[in-house]
């Protein structure tokens, strides 16, 4: 009888044991975020040549606003490309998929007052003259392997090029997790960067096909975004800020 107990308790213990160095360290691979950020390129930026030209990340995100999905809205005042469906799908390193429709969306913008910068040129560094940098995150994504596929690009476009966040806007080590970029398929190792996110500028240009969707872009900001982007000029400095272009194949 005694030894049918002390036999209960051992495997009693051996299971507490067991279930607790599961939860602890049982092949459970730690997860982190992968966000994205979507620009819609305008017509004259027709192949990675000419938004290379553009030569600065700013001068590349003035050119090629954020879009956002329908319902999204960013920060009232920045300038952006409007709405537009577009999706993604992530698979992680334990098999998981993940879409944007798993993802949490987050407005935000980037402000003259945050560059410290007179980027449109009217003489002010002002609180009101701001780009959308509005983005996705899809948290829980086991480290590892890690597969983007832009699922569903905007309509009239396609993948052009995939940019990772300069240092100087934010040091990261988000570049070191790039495998491989073709064709609106990204594959990340995502063990390479040591904070928990990710974030992945994703550039389309326009196909030489006309949009069979409705509507398409309704980019209102042309006149704004030009006018930012002359002002850019005077910009010093911006040159050294690193980019990142990926040949569509
Ligand atoms: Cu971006």
Redesign the pocket.
């Known amino acids: 009888m005694v030894r049918r107990l002390l036999a209960l308790v051992a495997a009693f213990a051996l299971a507490i044991g067991f279930s607790v160095s599961a939860f602890a360290g049982g092949g459970q691979a730690p997860t982190g975020n992968i966000a994205i950020?979507k620009?819609a390129c305008p017509e004259n930026i027709k192949n990675i040549d000419d938004f290379n030209a553009l030569g600065s990340f700013l001068n590349q995100?003035l050119t090629c606003p954020?879009v956002t999905r329908p319902g999204d809205n960013g920060p009232a005042g920045a300038v952006n490309g409007g709405h537009v469906d577009f999706n993604f799908t992530v698979m992680d390193s334990a098999g998981h998929t993940y879409t944007l429709d798993d993802a949490k969306f987050m407005p935000a913008k980037l402000c003259e007052t945050d560059l410290k910068t007179d980027v449109n040129g009217d003489g002010k560094v002002s609180a009101d003259t701001c780009v959308d940098?509005s983005?996705y995150v899809i948290s829980g994504v086991a480290k590892g392997k890690v597969t983007i596929t832009e699922s569903q690009p905007p309509a009239g476009h396609m993948f052009g090029a995939l940019?990772f966040t300069p240092q100087a806007l934010g040091a990261n080590q988000d570049a070191n997790t790039l495998v491989s970029a073709s064709n609106g398929t990204i594959v990340l190792d995502t063990t390479k960067d040591n904070d928990d996110t990710v974030m992945l500028?994703v550039y389309n240009f326009k196909t030489g096909m006309p949009s069979t969707g409705a509507g398409g872009m309704a980019n209102n900001s042309n006149l704004p975004v030009a006018g930012m982007a002359l002002g850019l000029s005077m910009l010093v400095g911006l040159g050294a800020l690193g980019t990142l272009a990926l040949r569509r194949r």
């Open positions: 950020m620009h995100v954020v940098i983005h940019l500028h």
